[in-house]
């Protein structure tokens, strides 16, 4: 157990001695203000692991790490049409020129369809 561990529970440790006990195992601490580097004790809140849940599904964003980026996702329908032209037969490059997507991007999804065929 490292210096990571103690980081990572670090606001649980704030909490039990906030409450005087040790949290329950359906507890969790949630930072109000969503940055979990915030582990001022007005910033900890104690809610079980349904509510929680909910709260975060509730639109509530969740904190990105730092260096995030968002994945270079394609669209439905250019998926459909690497899709459709690799079952033509077409071979990767024919299909990154005619959807103007690169080679590699094209090989990330064959590769995907055949994991999907297993
Ligand atoms: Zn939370």
Do not use: C
Request: hydrophobic share 35%; glycine share 6%.
């Amino acid at each position: 157990m490292g210096y990571k561990q103690r980081v990572v529970f670090l606001h649980r440790e704030i909490m039990e001695i906030k409450l005087g006990r040790k949290l329950k195992e359906d507890e969790v601490v949630h930072h109000i203000d969503n940055n979990k580097q915030n582990n001022d004790v007005g910033n900890l809140i104690v809610m079980n692991k349904r509510e929680h849940l909910s709260l975060h599904n509730a639109g509530v964003p969740k904190p990105k790490p730092i260096g995030w980026k968002p994945k270079n996702t394609l669209s439905v329908k250019k998926v459909n049409m690497i899709k459709k032209l690799l079952l033509d037969g077409l071979n990767n490059s024919e299909i990154a020129r005619k959807i103007k997507v690169s080679d590699y991007t094209v090989g990330r999804y064959k590769k995907k369809f055949e994991e999907f065929k297993k």
